[in-house]
């Protein structure tokens, strides 16, 4: 008489099914290997995204139009990556634009490490971005970056801060040059085919928000104002004020980009 008794079942051993499951999600896992030994998670658009967002003051639908659809499309991934990283992600859906900042930590005993550079403006750049962004409140047209001012318009707009003592008029307009040169860099004054003329970048409404805007502009028609009733002759305070708010994070190895 045979025995039908039914043989036990060992649960350790997968069937078919699980072990073809077990092998997709490997796959999936190494399926964004992009050379030999790749272990990232990301896919190339999204890593182009990150490396964007490392080197550039900010990415926008206008600068860097694949990379800010990959934003959109990766945003927790992106966001998670630059954590790691001691740095935090912005995006502004709005005016399609993202940007980094670096991450602060709550303990006072101990701060995180930055990859960041946090320069403050010297007192020629914050009069300018100062202009800039009343220049995008005052001619906001449809559409990003839009908004397109002259060099001499800068230069004049600066001399109204100008102390009556200042007479070197080469040095302070050297001085506005390089102001102009350095938001160039950060992409905030973007080139056109005219050296003169420069597009304004719509993430100066990110970097002064109407708070911050009328805060600056007071504080340096104020300094403006002390200085001239306070200065007797010599030298004019230049250059990286020490009374000048703390600005984010810049970078400063951008290049500026050349439109028609």
């Not at 800010?68 to 927790?76: G, T």
């Not at 906001?140 to 970056?145: E, K, L, N, S, V």
């Not at 973007?190 to 708070?211: C, G, H, K, M, N």
Request: a negative charge; hydrophobic letters at 35%; proline letters at 5%.
């Amino acid at each position: 008489m045979s025995d039908t008794t039914p043989a036990p079942v060992d649960d350790t051993v997968p069937d078919d099914d699980a072990a073809s499951a077990m092998q997709d999600d490997e796959r999936d896992e190494s399926s964004f290997a992009l050379f030999e030994g790749d272990e990232g998670r990301l896919d190339e658009h999204q890593r182009r995204a990150l490396v964007a967002l490392l080197r550039h003051s900010y990415v926008s639908s206008r600068t860097h139009p694949d990379e800010w659809r990959a934003v959109l499309d990766a945003e927790y991934q992106l966001r998670s990556r630059l954590n790691d990283l001691f740095l935090e992600l912005h995006v502004d859906r709005d005016r399609e634009v993202a940007w980094k900042r670096q991450a602060r930590s709550e303990s006072q005993r101990r701060a995180f490490p930055t990859l960041l550079r946090d320069l403050p403006y010297t007192r020629e750049e914050t009069i300018v971005l100062v202009y800039l962004r009343m220049r995008l409140r005052a001619d906001a047209r449809p559409g990003p970056d839009q908004v397109v001012v002259d060099r001499s318009e800068i230069l004049g707009h600066v001399a109204g801060f100008r102390p009556a003592t200042a007479t070197d008029r080469t040095r302070d307009e050297g001085r506005v040059a390089k102001a102009v040169e350095r938001l160039v860099t950060a992409r905030i004054l973007i080139r056109t085919s005219d050296p003169d003329r420069f597009r304004v970048a719509s993430v100066v409404e990110v970097l002064l928000p109407l708070e911050r805007l009328l805060e600056l502009d007071a504080w340096l028609r104020t300094t403006t104002a002390q200085t001239d009733a306070t200065t007797t002759g010599g030298e004019p305070t230049d250059g990286d004020d020490p009374g000048l708010p703390t600005d984010t994070d810049t970078d400063t190895d951008d290049e500026g980009e050349t439109e028609a």
